[in-house]
């Protein structure tokens, strides 16, 4: 009877230690698709970020372009304005004040310029 029991001890422990290396082996199973799906999940995460960052530099340039467009069409509004208020102006055939003072200045300036170079011409005819 002590065989018997020691046989049906040995056939227990085979069978537990059986059962044991195959539940070890479906974890490890399982543990190794888990890191590979935790290394797909990665990778495409980190590819993700990437796109992100790729079109937020794309949001940032069009929104620098859109600036300078509105910078330039506020500039070529103003440049309009200027240009009608000018042929309003011109139209009724009157130079305001301040073109005129700018207009006799300029002339002025012109004028010394050339005294200037005649009296060096007047003081020296071969240097020319």
């Known amino acids: ?12 422990y085979s069978k537990a230690k059986e059962d044991a290396k195959r539940s070890l082996d479906r974890l ?3 543990v190794n698709s888990l890191v590979k799906k935790f290394k797909e999940i990665s990778e495409e995460n980190k590819s993700l970020k990437d796109a992100i960052k790729d079109l937020n530099n794309r949001i940032n340039e069009l929104k620098l372009q859109l600036t300078q467009t509105n910078t330039d069409s506020v500039l070529k509004e103003k ?26 200045s ?10 200037v170079h005649l009296e060096q011409y007047e003081g020296d005819p071969d240097e020319y």
Request: charged share 30%.
């Open 1 to 12: 009877m002590n065989e018997l029991f020691s046989e049906s001890n040995t056939n227990n």
């Open 79 to 104: 440049e309009i304005s200027d240009l009608k208020n000018l042929l309003l102006t011109s139209g009724n055939n009157k130079i305001t004040k301040q073109d005129k003072d700018n207009l006799r």
């Open 28 to 30: 490890f199973h399982k």
């Open 106 to 115: 300029r002339i002025q300036e012109l004028i010394s310029r050339i005294d």
